[in-house]
């Protein structure tokens, strides 16, 4: 975390309660005023005793040896992140991060590792950040060695399951979906992607397509570049023996051996400024969000905690200058932030954001502009600087006020190689700003011209213009549906393959294709969760005749639903009536008829259709008409296990939808599956149970095209 950080989280810290800190609170009593009261100093950031070491293998560790508590804990830095995302393919970091240990790993199922770390009482976890990957562990001291040993297993031998990355892709798709419900989380993005630019790993953001191209031989692919062991720091500090601990660490680790090779530098930040203004529209909302900045500085510049000195005077909270002055200017109460952020490897963001009545955003507009020119034009006051320095250095020593806090920044430090005395340093220097550095940097480092603004609201609200030229920001979320896979000879012919071994063990291809109708009926128990529909059951029958003919009836609780498809125009009835089969429901019907049982097995008969593999047991279908599933045979059997595709929607994104296949019995010779679980959008929908498959019944068109009485 750098000061920037701190001084946001020491904004929102309350009093320290007696003894905190190494001061004590005096009493306050009635009509006493607040600016009397007289602190003693804050307890300087104390510095523990660390034990450091590399193993043969490279892998470098640290130890602080802590007997407050019966506890022991750790964290393992490896040097990647999201900046190495490949563009095609964003959130192939975010998603390897989750799964790491979502996974479980090469010899246990992740329901085998989440039973055995709650019989310890411990936990391990795993994150993805923009450069750096984290995973990390806590539990008790007596249980250490086999929580050691479970760390290194999830740590060196992941498993990746598919069901799992299928999980958190589901997650993330369900976030891209989600992704403009905060207009506060929309201007910082946006800004962001502003001043950086949408063509670089600073700028760019996860969409459907990048994390539909995500497989999981990209997932094993990405960790096995990253994670070997002269790529990794180790921080371990507890309750422990050092010397004892340090065997244990060289016993486990030491024996890690993975291909290696240098790690590439993380991009560059570009200095392309973008000024102007830039308006997302929401016309549902009646507030103006807003967020203004541009390039700001890195964490060793020599600079920084005095440009983050001028920022905490400028907005940190209803105190700041800002929100001062935008209170007086419009008569409201404004929340306004302003931030210095200082990367620890690259450049940040200094940037203002805020919140306003949709019809004086023009006016607070002007007031940040106005209070920046002041900034640059005249000293701040004493007792602003004192104020903004007392902040600021409450918030660097109350963010490293226990050992397991500073044994986490000082790995962050270490990791990104500034010295060990960089918090002592930092501490000093705020101390020693002075009002003339404030004037100083900010007439040198903030850049009036090169500001960009960026407001999400809606503008028919906004009675003045935001500015001489305006840019429209697009908030559409693109297309849910992903890109087909690449194809390429071998790829279709591993595809083949795959199907093939499907048809085999459902049946045999010639007996699969002598079924001409089918007749499937199943009891839909929707999951107490889902929304309106929660706990309710459903029966519904499908009927289907080659090659294209098929109609749906299903019985809820609010009536019956009826919908019949020739492959190409239908018609739907419900209990208010029919009409034609268009929009969502003609696509989830035609969904439903593309992923049929025989219809998907005998896709390599099918004109149009083709079969590709991603990877050792998993294809992707796709047709002429943009229709697309991807399949996971089971490595055993060959029989399905798994469909994923989209969902249509009236309204919204697709759905990500996995249909998972259980209990295959014998049907007139073929295996068919009588337990389906659905889930959307990484959340259980419901589980469906078939009472009964009847074959070659002699189905006609004309009995499933008549409409119900």
């Not at 300087?44 to 070491?53: A, D, L, R, S, Y």
């Not at 090169?450 to 297309?479: R, W």
């Not at 007749?519 to 519904?540: C, H, K, M, W, Y």
Request: proline letters at 5%; aromatic letters at 6%; one cysteine or more.
């Amino acid at each position: 975390m750098c000061l920037a950080c701190c001084a946001g989280a020491a904004a929102q810290t309350p009093a320290p309660a007696a003894g905190r800190g190494g001061r004590s609170a005096p009493a306050v009593s009635a009509g006493l005023n607040p600016k009397d009261l007289k602190f003693g100093p804050l307890r300087p950031i104390q510095m523990p005793k660390i034990t450091t070491f590399a193993l043969a293998n490279g892998l470098k560790v640290s130890m602080i040896e802590d007997h407050e508590l019966p506890i022991i804990d750790g964290v393992a830095m490896v040097r990647t992140g999201r900046l190495l995302d490949p563009p095609e393919k964003i959130g192939l970091a975010v998603l390897t991060g989750v799964a790491l240990r979502s996974g479980g790993t090469a010899a246990k199922s992740p329901e085998q590792l989440d039973n055995l770390l709650e019989g310890l009482a411990a936990s391990v976890d795993s994150v993805m950040e923009e450069s750096s990957a984290r995973l990390s562990f806590n539990g008790l001291a007596e249980n250490s060695d086999e929580l050691l040993g479970l760390f290194k297993e999830v740590l060196t031998q992941p498993g990746f399951r598919q069901d799992r990355i299928d999980l958190v892709r589901a997650q993330m798709r369900n976030a891209i979906a989600r992704r403009n419900e905060d207009p506060a989380v929309i201007v910082r993005r946006e800004l962001s992607s502003v001043v950086y630019g949408k063509d670089n790993a600073y700028g760019w953001i996860p969409q459907y397509a990048t994390v539909g191209r995500i497989t999981r031989n990209d997932v094993r692919a990405f960790y096995q570049r990253y994670f070997f062991p002269a790529n990794v720091w180790l921080r371990v500090w507890g309750d422990f023996d050092s010397a004892r601990m340090k065997s244990t660490l060289e016993r486990l680790f030491g024996t890690w051996e993975a291909p290696s090779q240098p790690a590439p530098q993380f991009p560059k930040v570009k200095d392309a400024p973008a000024p102007g203004v830039y308006v997302g529209e929401r016309t549902d909302i009646t507030e103006a969000y807003f967020a203004v900045g541009h390039l700001g500085g890195q964490a060793s510049d020599k600079d920084t905690v005095a440009l983050q000195l001028m920022a905490a005077i400028l907005g940190s909270g209803p105190r700041g200058r800002l929100a001062a002055q935008a209170r007086a200017k419009t008569g409201a109460t404004h929340e306004i932030t302003a931030l210095w952020q200082a990367a620890y490897d690259h450049r940040g963001l200094f940037q203002i954001t805020g919140t306003t009545r949709a019809i004086g955003a023009a006016d607070v507009l002007k007031v940040v502009r106005a209070e920046i020119d002041r900034m640059r034009s005249a000293e701040v006051s004493e007792e602003e600087l004192r104020t903004a320095q007392e902040m600021l250095i409450a918030g660097l020593v109350f963010a490293n006020d226990t050992k397991a806090k500073l044994l986490g920044r000082l790995l962050m430090l270490d990791y990104f190689g500034y010295p060990a005395d960089y918090l002592a340093q930092s501490e000093k220097a705020l101390e020693a700003v002075t009002r003339a550095d404030v004037l100083r940097v900010a007439k040198q480092y903030i850049q009036p011209e090169n500001l960009s603004i960026v407001v999400v609201a809606n503008s028919q609200m906004i009675p003045e213009p935001l500015g001489p030229a305006v840019n429209k920001i697009d908030l559409t979320i693109p297309e849910a549906r992903p890109d087909a896979a690449a194809a390429t000879d071998a790829s279709m012919a591993q595809g083949l393959q795959l199907l093939q071994k499907a048809q085999a063990a459902a049946g045999g291809t010639e007996k699969l294709a002598d079924v001409k109708d089918y007749i499937e009926t199943a009891t839909f128990q929707i999951d107490a969760a889902v929304p309106n529909l929660g706990g309710s059951r459903v029966i519904e029958t499908d009927r289907w005749i080659a090659p294209t003919n098929l109609r749906q009836d299903s019985t809820l609780a609010t009536g019956r639903i009826a919908a019949y498809t020739d492959g190409k125009i239908g018609w739907i009835s419900t209990p208010n009536g029919w009409g034609p089969l268009v929009g969502a429901q003609q696509k989830q019907v035609l969904g439903d008829l593309f992923r049929s049982w025989f219809r998907l097995l005998l896709s390599d008969r099918i004109e149009g259709r083709t079969v590709n593999a991603i990877d050792s047991t998993s294809v992707e279908i796709t047709d002429s008409t943009g229709q697309e599933a991807k399949v996971e045979f089971d490595a055993q059997t060959g029989l399905p296990r798994r469909v994923t595709y989209d969902t249509p929607q009236a309204i919204g994104a697709p759905l990500y939808t996995e249909d998972v296949f259980e209990d295959f019995r014998d049907v007139d010779g073929i295996k068919m599956p009588f337990k389906i679980t659905i889930n959307q959008g990484g959340r259980k929908f419901a589980e469906a149970t078939v009472s009964e498959y009847k074959l070659n019944s002699g189905l006609k068109v004309t009995d499933l095209a008549r409409r119900p009485l």
